[in-house]
């Protein structure tokens, strides 16, 4: 399926009991060449029926993973589902729906320590994560935290399933791209000026997204050294664009990512005195 706007309606068999609580699940994902989220958004919104006509008044929102991955919703115990509506708000993909009944019981879980954690633009960041004493590391849309962890390897017991959650604190941005002042092709509006001229300057790469050529852009307050270097959303960099002593004033470059895969990068601006980094989006 791949229909936006679109209800997908799903019947069930009766006489599913249990005395736990019952939800449904399914795989979702977004359709091929889906331009990839940069912030949270709901994938649908779903409202079950049971047996005697009884329904679920406030529709339940969902979200979808870039990949394809299960969606488990719970719903209620000691009532069966025979019919599920689902109203969708973005395009996707599944194959499969069934309703299932959720343990919330017989279960272990274990903590796993977190070892080392990376912001491309801060560098080590792991004792600002660690610990709970007011002292915080802050990441938004502009850059990316790689973060690895020390896992138990012993295999899960006989029937049972391991999962692992991420647990942290923190905050949707919206995309770093979206600058208020600048229309599609990266002019400022005349009633609106945004630049300062005492200030490096990271400007927002056009287009974005692209496909697969964009154009790096960004203003140097003096002459200086400027190194321009785009990472995939690992912290690998993959492309160097610049590096050496520019003179005062605006630069640009062309990023060619034919190479590359559609997804997420970080192209960052590094002075002697700063440090920028702006998130762009490739879409193939």
Request: proline share 6%.
């Amino acid at each position: 399926m791949d229909f936006t706007k679109d209800y997908m309606y799903a019947k069930f068999t009766d006489g599913i009991t249990t005395q736990d609580t019952l939800g449904i699940i399914f795989d979702a994902s977004p359709p091929p060449k889906h331009v990839i989220p940069v912030v949270k958004d709901v994938a649908g919104e779903l409202t079950a029926h049971d047996e005697y006509g009884g329904f679920n008044v406030v529709p339940v929102n969902f979200a979808m993973r870039q990949f394809a991955a299960p969606v488990i919703i719970p719903l209620w115990a000691g009532r069966n589902i025979t019919l599920a509506e689902m109203y969708w708000k973005r395009d996707f993909n599944v194959s499969y729906i069934a309703v299932v009944p959720i343990k919330y019981s017989e279960f272990q879980s274990s903590e796993q320590e977190l070892v080392s954690a990376e912001d491309i633009v801060s560098g080590n960041v792991l004792q600002l994560l660690k610990y709970e004493d007011n002292i915080h590391a802050e990441i938004d849309s502009s850059t990316s935290l790689i973060l690895k962890f020390k896992v138990n390897c012993d295999a899960p017991q006989p029937g049972m399933k391991r999962s692992f959650v991420l647990i942290s604190s923190g905050r949707y941005e919206k995309p770093a791209g979206f600058v208020h002042g600048y229309d599609y092709f990266g002019e400022t509006h005349s009633d609106k000026k945004i630049e300062n001229e005492s200030t490096v300057e990271l400007l927002p790469n056009v287009p974005n997204p692209f496909n697969p050529v964009t154009i790096i852009r960004f203003k140097l307050p003096e002459d200086a050294f400027a190194e321009v270097s785009v990472f995939d959303i690992t912290g690998k960099m993959i492309a160097k664009i610049a590096e050496g002593v520019h003179t005062k004033g605006y630069h640009k470059y062309v990023f060619d990512a034919a190479s590359f895969s559609s997804g997420a990068y970080y192209v960052r601006l590094k002075t002697d005195n700063n440090t920028l980094v702006r998130r762009i989006m490739l879409v193939k």
